[in-house]
């Protein structure tokens, strides 16, 4: 069964875990041993009405089809067997009744088994739908990066989680979230739809990086208080929230997220983004004494950024070992970026045999080719790239600065930390009224 890496990894339900003949064959090996017992023990009567649990049993494993066969063959051998060893009929009645009766028990309760199965199983689909249907669909092109993936979430009500990412192009350049809610069921769809609604509109409104982070904890504060007074238990949230602009370094906030990697066209490259330790997951933010901070990373042209859920590094093999994400990347070096997402969901196909047991998120971003501004197939025309020269005010309320660059020194807003300038070495302790002076110069403002 090969499954895309847009489509849900649905697990196969069946009403029977065995094909008929397989399960009538067992089910007389059963009544052979049984009667091979009772002859051997000289006691065939009270040996063979133990075929009376068979139905039981099949219908526990079974469809309704098999438990109605196997309820017939049991009560008929058992009737003929103890017919058979010329036993009173007065003597045969009784355990052939009891039989009867408890093969129909076993029907009903077959029945009821395969009912509540379809129910829960519809269940279960409509709320990988709904997950599917808010997320945004693969690949996605914005004027800085491109961005395929892999979203694969599990059908089973107890197993359903809270992985979600989103992309969203502002006038402060591409940002990006992946984010994984602590624990599982629809109680964690809740939570994660809350932070991915916050991000919506936070990444649109904010222009500071770290601006957008404290949206998003407050959205999960907000949920977990709502949580505390329905009974159900707080929450938190692994994330990371990602900037991308012209240049071709990007900036991320880890939340206690797992570290993004890194697959270089130089296989001996490739691996984890040397990020400092991770910040505490949303939703914690009390508890720690030192405030999340900007990182700044390298992604030049030709290297793919991968983002993920611990669905991935998580995934198991038939015989419980993780799945080598580190050793695979080296693997992934020539694959071109465009089939990375598609030849990750063949791999943990492969890898799990097909048993998936946790929600996979996967995003792979590879930059857009430089374009020189203005010039044909640009898309924007002079002056008019994300945010420079647009006539958009800039934080500071002149018109035609770009909100990418402050006065502060800070890429996007005035939070006061974390680095701007590009990602070729050059100082990055610069004034900020030079920087600016310097930018405006550029785009003729």
Request: aromatic share 6%; charged share 20%.
């Amino acid at each position: 069964m090969t499954v895309s890496p847009w489509q849900p990894a649905s697990t196969l339900r069946r009403d029977a875990l065995l094909e008929t003949p397989v399960l009538l064959l067992m089910v007389f090996l059963a009544s052979l041993v049984l009667f091979t017992v009772g002859r051997l023990v000289e006691d065939e009567g009270r040996v063979v009405s133990l075929m009376a649990f068979l139905p039981p049993i099949v219908a526990v494993i079974g469809s309704v089809r098999q438990t109605v066969l196997t309820a017939v063959w049991s009560t008929a051998t058992l009737f003929v067997v103890l017919f058979g060893i010329r036993l009173d009929i007065g003597e045969v009645i009784p355990p052939t009744f009891a039989t009867a009766l408890m093969s129909a028990l076993s029907i009903g309760a077959c029945r009821y088994r395969i009912h509540r199965n379809a129910e829960v199983s519809r269940l279960r689909s409509a709320a990988a739908a709904l997950q599917r249907q808010l997320l945004r669909p693969l690949p996605f092109r914005t004027p800085e990066v491109i961005i395929d993936g892999l979203y694969q979430p599990v059908e089973e009500d107890s197993m359903v989680g809270g992985d979600i990412y989103e992309i969203a192009m502002s006038p402060y350049g591409t940002r990006v979230l992946i984010a994984d809610v602590q624990g599982k069921g629809l109680p964690a769809i809740g939570t994660a739809f809350s932070v991915l609604g916050a991000f919506r509109e936070a990444a649109q409104r904010e222009p500071g990086l770290l601006g957008v982070v404290d949206a998003l904890e407050s959205a999960v504060e907000r949920h977990n208080s709502f949580a505390s007074r329905t009974g159900e238990p707080e929450r938190f949230v692994t994330a990371l929230v990602l900037t991308f602009d012209e240049r071709s370094c990007g900036l991320v906030v880890n939340c206690g997220h797992l570290l993004p990697c890194l697959v270089c066209e130089d296989p001996e490259k490739s691996g984890p983004v040397p990020l400092a330790d991770p910040g505490v997951p949303l939703g914690l933010i009390g508890l720690s004494p030192e405030p999340r901070r900007i990182e700044e990373f390298d992604l030049p042209e030709g290297n793919t950024l991968l983002l993920f859920t611990d669905g991935v590094t998580d995934a198991r093999d038939p015989f419980g070992v993780f799945y080598p994400l580190r050793e695979r990347l080296r693997e992934w070096s020539g694959i071109p970026a465009s089939e990375l997402a598609a030849t990750i969901s063949a791999d943990l196909q492969r890898f799990t045999g097909n048993n998936q047991r946790d929600d996979i998120a996967l995003l792979a971003l590879h930059r857009v080719p430089a374009a020189v501004p203005g010039s044909e197939g640009d898309g924007r025309g002079p002056g008019t790239a994300a945010g420079v020269g647009g006539g958009e005010p800039g934080p500071d309320g002149e018109a035609g600065a770009s909100p990418r660059f402050t006065t502060g020194g800070v890429p996007g807003g005035t939070d006061g930390t974390g680095p701007d300038g590009p990602c070729d070495g050059a100082d990055r302790g610069r004034a900020g009224a030079t920087e600016h002076t310097e930018h405006t110069d550029r785009t003729g403002a």
